[in-house]
């Protein structure tokens, strides 16, 4: 095997470990501050952008995580739907 072999197998397994705590870190929700009270942002979206939870029928409205922007639910934590915007 050639050096670069090596390296490629060292660089596949350290995707791999950073993939896993990716999806670590995805299977929970930010406890962020600002998650607890998202309504009074003055990010209100206009109407036509409006949606509601599909599980709770709570408002929908626009965050920004760690991986980028996503609708989260207002009963958050009681209800932990989120969509990708
Ligand atoms: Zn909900």
Do not use: H
Request: aromatic share 8%; charged share 25%; glycine share 8%.
């Amino acid at each position: 095997m050639t050096w670069i072999g090596i390296l490629l197998i060292f660089a596949g397994a350290l995707m791999i470990a950073q993939d896993q705590q990716r999806k670590r870190l995805e299977q929970q929700p930010a406890r962020r501050p600002v998650d607890q009270r998202p309504v009074n942002r003055g990010e209100v979206p206009p109407l036509d952008e409006r949606t509601l939870c599909p599980r709770c029928e709570s408002l929908l409205v626009p965050r920004t995580g760690p991986y980028g922007e996503f609708w989260g639910c207002t009963s958050y934590p009681d209800c932990r739907y989120t969509r990708n915007r």
